[in-house]
T-cell receptor
Framework: DAGVTQSPTHLIKTRGQQVTLRCSPK?????VSWYQQALGQGPQFIFQ???????QRGNFPDRFSGHQFPNYSSELNVNALLLGDSALYLC???????????????FGQGTRLTVV | SQQGEEDPQALSIQEGENATMNCSYK?????LQWYRQNSGRGLVHLIL?????REKHSGRLRVTLDTSKKSSSLLITASRAADTASYFC???????????FGAGTRLFVKA
């Protein structure tokens, strides 16, 4: 049973460019959350997708957008990249049907984004 | 500021000793979870404790939750070098879906 997979593992982009990160959830999971983790810090919640809709959003600008597909996989898009967007981007999947939140989340290995 | 804050920020112990990490949070929660992260990669879920639970065990891990003090602790008994990692507490706020992580405790277990 494959866990959460993210691609790519590493990425280097230039300031002002756009980037798309991808996530496939663990089999059977229907909810995907995205996090940004700066070096030495804890993960910061970007947003969560359930039933192809953004269910909740953290304190991130509109440059950060996402999408969830019918097969529950998800993309994170970041436009107009800034140097400060350099971080590890983590995807986590969980079971969210019915609003049930007392379930553990499974994390992917992350995408290391460097903006130069 | 972050919902969960761990204490201490860093901890260095000898193999075989116990390690205790604490977490404080600010608002009512659905549950509190502890995660481990090795070398800045993906997080591994360790244990989830619901807001109506006070203590939970899993192998060498013991987690307590005090909702009146808005705090939790993670105890790792008989630590091993392989326990060296960063440990994070994460809370899901009551009525919401957003998971908020603290800044983590860096644990180093010396062989």
């Amino acid at each position: 049973d494959a866990g959460v997979t993210q691609s790519p593992t590493h990425l280097i982009k230039t300031r002002g460019q756009q980037v798309t990160l991808r996530c496939s959830p663990k089999s059977g999971h229907d909810t995907v959350s995205w996090y940004q983790q700066a070096l030495g810090q804890g993960p910061q919640f970007i947003f969560q997708y359930y039933e192809e809709e953004e269910r909740q959003r953290g304190n991130f600008p509109d440059r950060f957008s996402g999408h969830q597909f019918p097969n529950y996989s998800s993309e994170l898009n970041v436009n107009a990249l800034l140097l400060g967007d350099s971080a590890l981007y983590l995807c986590a999947s969980s079971l969210g049907r019915g609003g049930l939140m007392n379930t553990e989340a499974f994390f992917g290995q992350g995408t290391r984004l460097t903006v130069v | 500021s972050q919902q969960g804050e761990e204490d201490p920020q860093a901890l260095s112990i000898q193999e075989g000793e116990n390690a205790t990490m604490n977490c404080s949070y600010k608002t009512s929660i659905n549950n509190l979870q502890w995660y481990r992260q090795n070398s800045g990669r993906g997080l591994v879920h360790l244990i989830l404790i619901r807001s109506n639970e006070r203590e939970k065990h899993s192998g060498r891990l013991r987690v307590t939750l005090d909702t009146s003090k808005k705090s939790s602790s993670l105890l790792i008994t008989a630590s091993r070098a392989a326990d060296t990692a960063s440990y994070f507490c994460a809370t899901v706020m009551a009525g919401g879906f957003k998971t908020i992580f603290g800044a983590g405790t860096r644990l180093f277990v010396k062989a």
